[in-house]
C-alpha cells in the first residue's frame, strides 16, 4: 500500500503512479474497494523500491509505503438464538419494534454469502416490514460488530416479532434487526475468515529444505512436493497476511 505523506502531494503523486504504470507494464497499480488503499505491485520488492524513489526524485513527493490491508471476513460456526425489542419514547411518535428468531452457518459452498428467510407464521409483524427487516439485515452485513468485516456464510431466520399500531415504522425494524444480528452472531461462536494463498514455489533443489523452514515459519501447509529438471517444485497454502515479504526473505 502506499500513499503521499501531505494531502496537498496528491495531485503529483497521481501523476506519478499513472505516468510509471503506463511506461513499464509489469508495474500495476489499482485502489482496493474494501480498504480504499491505493496499492501497486510489480517484480519484487526491489522493484518498487525504485518506483517509490523515483516518485521522491522525480515528483518530489514522500510517500509512505507498508503492508496492505488484509480483508477478512467475519463468519459463525453454529446456530445463535435473538430476540431483540427495539422500543423508543422522546415525546410524539415514538418507535416500536420486535425481532425475534437465529442465525445459522451456511453451507461451505455458500461461505462468501448471506441469506434471510421469513419463517414467520401469522401477522405479529405486518408484510410491509418485512422488506426493512431484511435491509437492516444486510445492512448489519457490510460491516460485522467483531472486526468490521464484512459477514459471510450467515443465514438469518426470522420466526417471530411484535409490532404497535401507531410507534412502529421501517426505521423502528431496521434498527432492531442491526441489533439483533449483533446477539445472534454473539451467541453463535463467531469466527474471523482470513485469505489464504495457493502458492507454487520453483528453486535449485539445494535451497529446498532452507525454503521448507521458512514455509513453516510463516505457518504454511505444503501440500505437494515434485521435482522437475533439477529443481524443487514446492505447493503450498499460506495465508495472504504471512506471505508479506516473502519474496525479499
Not at 503521499?4 to 513499464?24: H, I, M, Q, T
Not at 480498504?35 to 515528483?59: A, C, P, V
Amino acid at each position: 500500500a502506499i500513499s503521499p505523506k501531505e494531502s496537498k502531494d496528491l495531485v503529483a503523486f497521481s501523476k506519478g503512479l499513472n505516468r510509471f504504470s503506463r511506461e513499464d507494464p509489469t508495474f500495476r497499480v489499482h485502489l482496493d474497494a474494501e480498504s480504499s488503499e491505493t496499492i501497486i505491485s510489480g517484480m519484487g520488492e526491489l522493484h518498487l523500491d525504485i518506483y517509490t524513489e523515483r516518485m521522491r526524485r522525480e515528483y518530489n513527493v514522500e510517500t509512505i509505503v507498508g503492508r496492505p490491508k488484509v480483508n477478512y471476513r467475519e463468519s459463525n460456526k453454529s446456530q445463535g438464538h435473538f430476540d431483540f425489542l427495539h422500543k423508543k419514547q422522546s415525546g410524539g411518535q415514538g418507535q416500536y419494534a420486535r425481532v425475534v428468531g437465529f442465525v445459522e452457518p451456511l453451507p461451505p459452498e455458500d461461505w462468501n454469502k448471506v441469506e434471510f428467510r421469513n419463517d414467520l407464521i401469522g401477522q405479529n409483524i405486518p408484510p410491509h416490514f418485512i422488506p426493512a427487516i431484511e435491509r437492516g439485515f444486510r445492512e448489519a452485513c457490510e460491516k460485522g460488530s467483531g472486526t468490521g468485516h464484512p459477514v459471510v456464510g450467515l443465514r438469518f431466520v426470522l420466526t417471530d416479532g411484535a409490532f404497535h399500531a401507531v410507534d412502529s415504522s421501517e426505521l423502528a425494524f431496521r434498527i432492531a434487526t442491526i441489533n439483533a444480528l449483533r446477539i445472534g452472531v454473539q451467541k453463535a461462536h463467531p469466527v474471523i475468515l482470513e485469505p489464504v494463498m495457493d502458492v507454487e514455489i520453483v528453486v535449485p533443489q539445494e535451497y529446498q529444505s532452507r525454503l521448507t523452514s521458512e514455509i513453516n515459519r510463516r505457518k504454511g501447509i505444503i501440500t505437494a512436493t515434485e521435482q522437475v529438471d533439477g529443481s524443487a517444485v514446492i505447493h503450498c497454502d499460506v495465508t495472504l497476511f504471512n506471505m508479506f515479504g516473502f519474496s525479499a526473505d
